[in-house]
């Protein structure tokens, strides 16, 4: 679990990357709630959902019950595996390893994001009515490419986040990695000696 | 007199587990702040000298046997805010090492000389007129000599690069195989997570064992917050000790000595001057940085490739390396599972599964250009700030890099190629390549950027008026304050820095030894 908490994938860098800019987080995403707001007459946060009571496992550290299910959903619609030779999605712990990728993060910016999630959940209800977690598959992944492909920067930019924390979630994951022939780590496995310091120059 | 010799394997470092007492006094007749390129040289070309050096280096000491293959896992054991060093407006990653060995430990080996024509300019706009290509060929071929840089063998070059080398041979177009600083490379493919078996001959395995053997002394875990100086002349520098694992400060450091080496790399070697309060009456410290932002464009193939196995980088095609013929080059460059899960976005769902299920079948091409040096690292509040957007005298040469890839791709015999935007983007064939790329709208957040090459923020020059350091390192307002980074570049340098960066600082070490 641990070695699985101190598992921050590269592509998990650059997903945060947008984040980082504190002021698109100040500005940029409440600009996009505030219009999601003045559209929908009123910004119905956290509309209780049936995925809400469903257990949430222990040992999360930064994700709460309502981004856990957040995930489970993009985790159910981003990774698909039916009909292919790739490992279930439902085999690998992918919300643990989100959670234990936010660890990389300035404690500032990980509250941030968070709060950025919520706002992606929520602002489905603008459109649709329904919090996103509620969405039936084909409106999910239209939602997601929404946000991925929006020409409003802020929200380009935290698509872009919580689509790559999921793909990371589930690719980071060795188990993951025989199905597509990647080796992963070698040298020990090999048996590859040390060549150790290069002697000192004659 | 006792024969000198290095350790054969890891390195004496004191660490902050190593201190039990709450302030440390040290003296020296050098103090060097980071223990990577720069800095190493440099430690150990002066203890060489016979001279008594102090590294200081902010990160930890990671030995390789600690070195896990796993990339997510090795980003935040060795990098720069565990990998998530980006530029203010977020759209480009910033990579560094941040340990014993700095961004030695974590690049991919390849190791160009500095390009004459970059020489040239540097003389001609920035009176640099000791830095001929003959004054540096011996410094040149010394690191290449200690570091055993050498042309890929056949061997040394994976599928990945082997194809793209046959579309290079199709068009008609300049490759080359890659010059890399490794001996009897393993093959594994995990040069950016640190090489476990020590093949790359990175500082960690050359300069800091033999600075050690000459009495150099390197401290871990230690970060300079302050450089000293009176009367216009360093005295030596104020440090912290951290405890890695939990971030509480262990003792205060002084260390007093008659020179300081500020090599931190082009990020930090400008903070620290701007907190000290130093060498910035140019008001340039910080300013002129530039970092080759590159892109991963990715081709999908009938054959497997998998493109990480065999050594990372094989060839480049320099055909457009020249500032007159498009200044960019391309590198094939091989990766593993989780990066290519983040170069590019093939669709969402059964689409990127899709992509992700031929990963056998991908291959790689880095794009690097020479861009302007336009952005600025400064200080906002008590954070560090990464002010860089990529020019818009850069799209030009951004958009002709990613266009050329695509086609060397097809040329290679890629079936489809994606393009590394933040939008859905796939050329599904050679006739709509043009279109797609030109369809690219460049801006905040359209790229997957990444840098690896932070340079150029404290820049040399024979004017003291318009740059930080004189032709040969020491910084023009505070005599015996040199700099060995990246920093020093008056302009990008298009190609991988680390043997420039090598060769400054030999040549550097040289000019403080005989002066």
Known sequence: MTQNKNKAASDVSAALAPLSRRSVLKTGLWAVAGVSALAAGGFALLRPSPRDSLPVPAGLVHLEAQHYHLFSRLTEILLPTDGTALLPAAQVPVVNHIDGLLDALDPAIRQQLLTGLALFDNAAVVTHFKRFVDLPDADALAYVGDWVNSGVMPKRALGFVVTKLTHTGYWMDSQTWPMVEFDGPVSRRWGIPSRGNQPLPG | ?515
């Open chain 2, 1 to 515: 007199m006792a024969e000198i010799i290095a350790a054969s394997h890891g390195l004496v470092v004191t660490q902050a587990k190593d201190i039990s007492q709450s302030s440390l006094a040290l003296e020296a007749d050098v103090v060097v702040i980071g223990s990577g390129a720069g800095g190493a040289v440099a430690a150990y070309e002066l203890a060489k000298a016979g001279k008594s050096v102090i590294v200081l280096e902010a990160g930890p000491y990671v030995p390789s046997s600690e070195f896990t293959e796993d990339f997510s896992q090795a980003i935040v054991q060795l990098y720069e805010d565990k990998g998530t060093q980006t530029n203010a407006d977020g759209d480009l990653m910033v990579l560094q090492g941040r340990c014993v060995g700095g961004s030695t430990v974590v690049n991919g080996c390849v190791a160009f000389r500095t390009p004459d024509y970059i020489l040239d300019d540097w003389q001609k706009q920035y009176g640099l007129t000791n830095l001929t290509v003959d004054a540096l060929e011996p410094y040149f071929a010394r690191v290449e000599a200690n570091l055993g840089i050498h042309v890929n063998p056949e061997h040394e070059i994976n599928r990945n690069s082997a194809v793209l080398r046959e579309g290079a041979k199709k068009l008609g177009i300049s490759w080359k195989p890659f010059q890399r600083n490794i001996r009897e490379c393993a093959l594994t493919g995990h040069c950016l997570s640190g090489c476990a078996t020590d093949r790359k001959q990175s500082m960690l395995v050359t300069y800091l064992p033999w600075a050690t053997a000459h009495g150099a002394r390197i401290y871990a875990d230690t970060k300079v917050t302050q450089i000293l100086a009176e009367n216009g002349k360093a005295t030596g520098v104020l440090a912290e000790v951290t405890d890695p694992k939990t971030g509480v400060k262990k003792a205060d450091v002084s260390v007093k000595a008659k020179l300081v080496v500020l090599a931190a790399g082009a990020v930090q070697t400008p903070l620290l001057l701007q907190k000290s309060k130093l060498a910035n009456s140019s008001g340039q410290v910080g300013k002129n940085f530039a970092c080759h932002p590159s892109t991963f464009v990715v081709g999908q193939y009938e054959e497997d490739i998998h493109p990480w196995r065999g050594a990372m980088l094989g060839i480049y095609v320099d055909e457009w390396a020249h500032p007159s013929k498009g200044g960019y080059i391309l590198e094939g460059g091989g990766a593993g599972a989780v990066e290519l899960s983040a170069v590019t976005q093939p669709g969402l769902g059964e689409d990127f599964m899709d992509y992700m299920a031929n990963l056998k079948k991908l291959a790689g091409i880095v794009t690097l250009i020479h861009d302007h040096n336009v952005g600025e690292i400064s200080w906002d509040d008590d954070k560090k700030k990464i002010d860089y957007r990529v020019a818009e005298a850069d799209y030009p040469a951004m958009k002709a890099a990613i266009a050329s890839a695509v086609k060397l791709h097809f040329a290679s015999g890629a079936k489809k190629v994606y393009l590394p935007t933040v939008v859905h983007a796939v050329v599904e064939n050679p006739a709509e390549a043009d279109a797609k790329v030109a369809a690219i709208e460049l801006g905040l957040q359209s790229l997957r950027m990444v840098s690896y090459h932070p340079q150029g923020t404290c820049r040399m020059g024979s004017d003291a008026a318009t740059s930080v350091c004189t032709p040969y390192g020491e910084t023009h307002d505070v005599k015996n304050l040199f700099i060995t980074d990246a920093s020093l570049f008056p302009t990008s340098i298009i190609v991988n820095p680390q043997v420039t960066v090598y060769t400054l600082a030999s040549y550097i070490a040289d000019y403080i030894v005989q002066n």
